[in-house]
C-alpha cells in the first residue's frame, strides 16, 4: 500500500499571533491537495488563533515541541493535555535546534515520543547528523543510534503511526540541501532500521520525511525517492513557495 505523503511547516520561532492568521489565510488556498497530509507546526502561542484560521480547511496544526510530563512545576513548558485540548494532532519532537539550544537528548525525544503517544498525538521525530559526522562517514550509525532511542518500548503498533523527520543539520537553513540521492540513502538506512527492530509491515508504514532547504524547486524530486514520503519545510513554509512543495507534482 502506497504511503499518504506528508508535508509540513516547522514556523520555528516566527510569527505572532496576528501574523500566523494572515500567513494561513494567505497560504490556505495554495495548499489543498487531497493526496497529502498538511501540517503547519506553529508557536505554542499561535496554535489557538491558527486552529481557528485554519478552520473548514485541509490544513492541520502542530506544535513544535512539548514536554514529557502532564501537569505539574514546570515553569514554561507545555504538556501533551494542553496540546490534545486545544485540537492538535502532529508535535515535533527533538528537532536539531532543540537538542542544540535547549539540551534535548535522545533520552528526552524517547520520553516525548512515548508520553505523545499515550495522548494519542503523532509525533515528528528528528534525527539528523552533523557536517563533521558526514564527513567522518558515521551518518547512518549515528542515525541508527537516534532512532533505536527514539523508539525504545514503543510498541509496533504505535511506530506505524509515527513520522520521522531526517534533517541533516548542515543543510538546515543554509539553502544547501542534501542531494535526493543523499537523503534517500538516508531514508532507507532509517526504514531498515525500523524493520530490525520491529518488522517489515511497520517499516512499511512508518512516513520518513525530509527536511533541510527543501523548496517549491526542489520538493519534486526529493519527494520521488521510493523512501521519502514527505517534507518538513522551515524557511518556505513561511512563503507561497509553501504551496508549491505541497503541490509538488
Ligand atoms: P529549512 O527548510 O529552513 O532549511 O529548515 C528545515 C527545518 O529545520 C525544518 O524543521
Known amino acids: 500500500m502506497a504511503r499518504r505523503k506528508i508535508i509540513a511547516g516547522n514556523w520555528k520561532m516566527n510569527m505572532t499571533p496576528t501574523e500566523a492568521v494572515a500567513l494561513i ?24 488563533p491558527a486552529m481557528e484560521a485554519a478552520k473548514g480547511t485541509n490544513i492541520h496544526i502542530g506544535a513544535e515541541n512539548m514536554y514529557f510530563e502532564e501537569k505539574g512545576a514546570y515553569t514554561g513548558e507545555i504538556s501533551p493535555k494542553m496540546l490534545v485540548d486545544a485540537g492538535v494532532k502532529y508535535v515535533i519532537i527533538g528537532h536539531s535546534e532543540r537538542r ?7 533520552e528526552t525525544v524517547n520520553k516525548k515520543v512515548l508520553k505523545a503517544f499515550e495522548h494519542g498525538l503523532t ?10 559526522q558526514r564527513e567522518q562517514g558515521i551518518t547512518i550509525d549515528w542515525i541508527r543510534q537516534q532512532i533505536k532511542i527514539a523508539f525504545l518500548n514503543v510498541t509496533a503498533d504505535k511506530a506505524k503511526a509515527a513520522v520521522i523527520a531526517y534533517e541533516p543539520i548542515w543543510a538546515i537553513g543554509t539553502g544547501k ?5 543523499q537523503a534517500e540513502e538516508v531514508c532507507a538506512a532509517i526504514r531498515a532500521c525500523i524493520g530490525e527492530i520491529y518488522d517489515e509491515a511497520t517499516a512499511e508504514a512508518i512516513r520518513i520525511q525530509y527536511g533541510g532547504s ?6 519534486a524530486e526529493l519527494f520521488a525517492k521510493p523512501n521519502i514520503d514527505g517534507g518538513l519545510v522551515g524557511g518556505a513554509s513561511l512563503k507561497p513557495d509553501f504551496g508549491k512543495i505541497v503541490n509538488y507534482k
Open 25 to 48: 489565510d494567505e497560504l490556505k488556498p495554495l495548499v489543498v491537495n487531497d493526496e497529502a497530509d498538511v501540517v503547519f507546526c506553529v508557536p505554542a502561542i499561535d496554535i489557538i
Open 100 to 106: 542544540e539550544y535547549f539540551a534535548e537528548t535522545d
Open 123 to 132: 509525533p515528528i521525530i528528528c534525527c539528523g547528523e552533523s557536517l563533521t
Open 177 to 181: 540541501t542534501a542531494t535526493s540521492d
Open 214 to 219: 527543501v523548496n517549491g524547486a526542489n520538493a
